[in-house]
């Protein structure tokens, strides 16, 4: 299967500082990506759909000023969260499609601790 | 509309025993179905898939699951736990009118007892 990867895997920030996570395909070139969120305990929350290009659709509840993404490259998206509250404490997960199915393939995750 | 529901947040088994975690789909369209496995403080790994090809998915670690239409069901079975299954396990759906947009269900925790 297709290689994601995602830098950091771990971060810890002060509250109001920034954030950037970076998720790269390693191994074919993604023209969208997915970003996700997870509690402890939760599922996945589907946050924003990334498209090489162009701008990304977020989805409803998910504010598009503090979770700037960016999807330069067909195999780099990157997700910045503008002026970390520790309320964004969370698991971040990239996802991106597998070119002609319906196969996801995920990233290891990042996890981001604000204090 | 694609929606996923996993009965029972929290299965535990003994080790050897049968595991039966249980999904339930709602799909205006043709499903195509996944289980992931999810450890602590990491990404996702699939499990199997469906793809409208045949409806008994054999995956890896001797998981597998059966797309069952009439019962909207793809419950993923194990026949002999092993310590090293206790994990997260996320069923999900996507269709071809959601723009390759995965619906999670809530998740199983699997606990397997010694």
């Known amino acids: 299967g297709a290689v994601v990867s995602q830098h950091p895997s771990w971060v810890i920030c002060k509250s109001g500082t920034s954030v950037k996570i970076e998720c790269r395909s390693l191994?074919?070139?993604?023209?969208?990506m997915f970003w996700y969120r997870q509690f402890p305990k939760q599922s996945l929350m589907l946050m924003a759909t990334s498209n090489e290009g162009s701008k990304a659709t977020y989805e409803q509840g998910v504010e598009k000023d503090k979770f700037l993404i960016n999807h330069a490259s067909l195999t780099l998206s990157t997700l910045t969260v503008t002026s970390a509250h520790p309320e964004d404490s969370s698991f971040y997960i990239c996802?991106?499609?597998?070119?002609?199915?319906?196969?996801?393939?995920f990233g290891p995750g990042t996890r981001l601790t604000v204090t | 509309a694609q929606s996923v529901t996993q009965l029972g947040s929290h299965v535990s088994v003994s080790e050897g025993a049968l595991v039966l975690l249980r999904c339930n789909y709602s799909?205006?369209?043709?499903?195509?179905l996944f289980w992931y496995v999810q450890y602590p403080n990491q990404g996702l790994q699939l499990l199997l898939k469906y793809t409208s090809a045949a409806t008994l998915v054999k995956g890896i670690n001797g998981f597998e699951a059966e797309f069952k239409k009439s019962e909207t069901s793809f419950h993923l079975t194990k026949p002999s736990a092993h310590m090293s299954d206790a994990a997260e396990y996320f069923c999900?759906?996507?269709?071809?009118?959601?723009?390759?947009?995965?619906?999670f269900g809530t998740g199983t925790s699997l606990t397997v007892i010694p």
């Open positions: 799909s205006s369209v043709p499903p195509y």
């Open positions: 996802s991106q499609i597998a070119g002609g199915t319906y196969e996801q393939y």
């Open positions: 999900a759906v996507t269709g071809s009118n959601t723009g390759n947009q995965f619906y």
């Open positions: 191994d074919f070139q993604a023209t969208t």
